[in-house]
């Protein structure tokens, strides 16, 4: 009796035998034949331990179905991998139903594995559902951005414009890139844009860009507002914004600009403490600095500042003066590079803002172009009133644009175009025997190591500390040797 | 004179009744749809005054009683028959006087004998419910007078008034003959099938609705899983071999896209399976034991579109919300196809299914909040109810008349409960 409540309790579906068990299940049964099917139970129940399926089903269905045919067996044998359905010996509904309870074969198809077209179809109903879900849940009639950067041809250009045009190529608005290129377009520059695939403009500017940040800051400015005259007299529509091409942009940055309705800023961060932190640091350890240095406003962030009730009431910018003794001088010099107050690449400004007379209603507080020459600081000057940016980005207090400048020696080399066009001189044998001895050359700072500069592309540049033992008579094992080409 | 403007006032208002009842797509805002006409304006009909219910008073241990045993039974898939009797306690479509009721509501928890592991146990269901037919045809006439075919029942259980949770055993008892000829309320929908009567109401199983709102992700999280499902494959406990289970159709989507990356289907299921069912676009509801589950009523609330794997199923409240337009139907044996057949689905058609899903009013007839609120499934039962009003005449018996047999059925069934 326990027995039988205690199977009904611990399989719900049913086991042959239930069908006599559930009648009886309220009366006390000793009747022999109920001990004799336990027993048979019971056996069924260790054959089937041995032999891995329910073997008592097996046995149930071979004595009651009297006709049972091959194809019954064989769905019972090898369910799995039938492809037919079974007809089942237990079959007691009603002719009009076409829906047969019972087994059923577990139908497979001959290659059960993805079809390289499904795969490309299911993508694309993909990409259309969630170009429908931006359209919805996204920006309403997003506007055309307008991306200006300045550049030049050096060594740190391709890395720095690679990462700028695979940002725009992320971005899911039409835009326009204007490339302003300084002395002058040239077919590197247009070689490596060419690749983006995007709408892109691509000027040159007079001049060549100088050595020394200071300058080259103000020659930045200058090339933006070239790029400006350009957006005013073409008069194209949209919303400006600045990208450095050693910047680094986030996502969010383009959806947010949209939000821009004339003039908009956002918060950047600013990256300027690269190498040369620890060294201001160790010096406030030893008190070296002026009182004014205060480690808690030192947020390495430029942006617009809000009041509790989110209103525009001022900027927030890095006070930068107890590095300035500290600052890079020349692009390539050690130490860090310091922004200027407030740098173009946080501000976003709707086009006709620049547009000459008769262009659409121009706010009250907009200067008229004409008066700026070419020195233009940040886009603030274009205003008489500085109280009506816009705060993007929760008033400015998430950061979405990074600033950052990383460049190598203004007289480095490079390959032009990074193609390595005339064979390399060796400088290391590659042979079976054991390696020279001697460790491979420092690279110096002279030109003349340009051409090993180029040759060491092949094997990896190491950094040898200066108390190595360069002795070639030392002995180098093998292991040792290779490791500086991995 | 008077004529003529009568006239003109009559065609008026022909006019403007055609434009309302006219067939056709009406787009509310961008992004919802509803399916104007005979089916779709039925989701937001207001029942009340439509119909009038008696609620009998059975003694407790039918219902509450059984409540106090396992509280369990309020939230697991069956729960929508608790749920209704504290709705119509408190509705104002419920009548104090039997005379002038249209349907009877007799309140009895035949789903809430529990096993540990949480299964209703229906083998003591039939005598209960027998029980309450008794003690209700013995204590109000109403009963006798139609022999139930102006009562309703709420039968939430696998094969519904079959009482049995395997098929087979389902088929062979068959519905329960002293409710013949009452109106059954359950989640069991099959066409040509025994357990289903013609003029039942089908209803969705119970799914909690707060749990499923509180999971709720911003809508503009983008959709990037193809098909999605979670749940058994092989029921190894009960048909290890498979091939019963689910008529073979979940074992056959496993072999068959396991190596699939499109399909995100596995056994184990995430905390985050509500949210992954919102960045999906299309969810697997297969049948299992029984054709119905509650991933239809989860894959409307976050407007995942349903493909309905069961042959010849009926789905909850199939004459009020067309289906055919909202979710894919596949046949159980173009399952190895499904990936052919959901890629080829146009994309216009997708984008239109997903916006009949954003539709609240569809989302919300799947639902049994606490309290209740307009246009939920508490509803659209009432609804039901009231769109088989008025009843037949045929359906009064006689004083004489006696059709239902009360000792048809096993005779385990006729014990007392």
Redesign the interface.
Known sequence: MKQLTAL??Q????NSFRNLS??S??AVIKSPATIFWLLLHGLCCLISLVLG??FSRLVFFLLVSGASTPSTNT??YS??RTKS??SSP?R???S????M?????????PW????PA??M??H???N???M???S???IKNPKTLIAVTPTYVRTFQTLHLIGVMHSLMNVPYDLVWIVVEAGGPTNETASLIAKSGLKTVHIGFEGSMPVSWEDRHRFESRMRVHALRMVREKRLDGIVVFLDDSNMHSLEFFDEVQNTNWIGAVSVGILAHSGGFEEVESSKIHGEDNAKYDKRSQVPVQGPACNSSSHFVGWHTLNSEPFVERSAKYVGDRGFVLPRKLEWAGFALNSRLVWAEGGADKPSWAKEWDGFGDDMETPLSLLKDTTVVEPLGSCGQRVLVWWLRVEARADSKFPPRWIIESPLSITVAAKRTPWPDSPPELPSSSSSSSSSSSSSSVKKESVVPDNVDKNPTKTRRKRSSRSSRR | NMGGEMWVVLIIAALFLNCRFSDGISRNS??TERISGSAGDVLEDNPVGKLRVYVYELPSKYNKKILQKDGRCLTHMFASEIFMHQFLLSSPVRTLNPEEADWFYTPVYTTCDL??NG?P?P?KSPRMMRSAIQLISTRWPYWNRTEGGDHFFLVPHDFGACFH?????A??RGILPLLQRATLVQTFG?????CLNQGSITIPPYAPPEKMESHLI???T???I?VYFRGLFY?E????????YA??AR??IW???K????FDISTDRPSTYYEDMQRS?FCLCPLG?APWSPRLVEAVVFGCIPVIIA??IVLPFADAISWEQIGVFVAE?D???L??I????P?EV??RK?RLLANPSMKQSMLFPQPARPGDAFHQILNGLARKLPHDPKIFLRNDEHVLNWTAG???DL?PW
Do not use: M
């Not at chain 1, 399989?11 to 049913?14: T, V």
């Not at chain 1, 059960?112 to 079809?115: L, W």
């Not at chain 2, 949770?165 to 055993?169: C, G």
């Not at chain 2, 099959?190 to 025994?194: E, F, T």
């Open positions: 009904q309790q399989g719900r579906r049913s559930e009648s299940a309220d399926f329910r769905a019972l369910s799995i359905p079974s237990e007691n509904v009603s009009a139903s076409r829906v309870a019972g087994r059923h074969g577990i139908l497979i198809r059960p594995h993805p079809d499904e795969v179809k299911a694309r109903i993909i259309r559902v969630q429908e879900q931006r919805q849940f996204g | 961008a992004w096993a540990p299964l146990l083998f949770y395997q098929e087979e055993k088929i062979q099959q066409r040509n099938h025994v911003p809508p503009d983008p959709r990037s193809f029921d406990n009960n048909d290890p071999e498979g091939g019963y008529r073979g074992a056959s072999e068959n896209f190596n699939n990356p499109l676009i034991w042959d010849e044996k399952v190895p196809y990936d052919a959901l890629t080829s689905v994309v997708v984008l997903q096993p005779t385990s014990k």
